[in-house]
């Protein structure tokens, strides 16, 4: 069991810019968050997938904003336009189907945006 | 009202004593609830979860649910300065979204 991995670990941007950051779950999980996390903070839901399936998405979440899961595996979540406010760690987690949703968390991918 | 409340600390208790780390939730359709630690500069570890009303026991650490009261607890026994850590409460409508809270900074002194 080799974990949610998340790439990059780090990304400074300029504002107006695009980022992009990728996730792998751990293989056996079919279910994938993104949440975004400022200082102080708890971790704030962006959007989750079921397989290749984006079945929730934040009102929070601006049209900058979009992510993707194309064959139920690794998922990417892109922000257009970067403006200072989007400086955030950005967390990933996975989970297996069933009756509960126990989560697992990447280490996350930590956005400066100057 | 937040959907999801925990007093943000920092609480802090001697070495060996019990942490008592406390939360409450808005949505009493809520059906799973979770305890993450989270050490600074580092992402969330998930440590207990519970879903039935009553205690549940890991080790050191005991979760405690009441649904009627929409209220859920971590206790730490013989707590140690690795504790030391924020702890998030989270809590789920299965298969919607996690709701979590801003977390209790814990500081346990040697």
């Known amino acids: 069991d080799t974990g949610v991995s998340q790439n990059p670990r780090h990304k400074i941007t300029k504002r107006g810019q695009n980022v992009t950051f990728r996730c792998d779950p751990i293989s056996e999980h079919n279910r994938l968050y993104w949440y975004r996390q400022t200082l102080g903070q708890g971790p704030e839901f962006l959007t989750y997938f079921q397989n290749e399936a984006q079945l929730e998405k934040s009102r929070l979440l601006s049209d900058r904003f979009s992510a993707e899961r194309p064959k139920g595996s690794f998922s990417t979540l892109e922000i257009q336009r970067t403006e200072q406010g989007d400086s955030a760690m950005y967390l990933c987690?996975?989970?297996?189907?069933?009756?509960?949703?126990?989560?697992?968390f990447g280490p996350g991918t930590r956005l400066t945006v100057t | 009202q937040k959907e999801v409340e925990q007093n943000s600390g920092p609480l802090s208790v001697p070495e060996g004593a019990i942490a008592s780390l406390n939360c409450t939730y808005s949505d009493r359709g809520s059906q799973s609830f979770f305890w993450y630690r989270q050490y600074s500069g580092k992402s969330p570890e998930l440590i207990m979860f519970?879903?039935?009303?009553g205690d549940k026991e890991d080790g050191r650490f005991t979760a405690q649910l009441n649904k009627a009261s929409q209220y859920v607890s971590l206790l730490i026994r013989d707590s140690q300065p690795s504790d030391s850590a924020t702890y998030l409460c989270a809590v789920t409508r299965g298969g919607f979204k996690t709701i979590f809270g801003a977390g209790t900074r814990l500081f346990v002194k040697a």
């Open positions: 519970i879903y039935s009303n």
């Open positions: 987690a996975s989970s297996l189907v069933g009756e509960y949703d126990e989560q697992y």
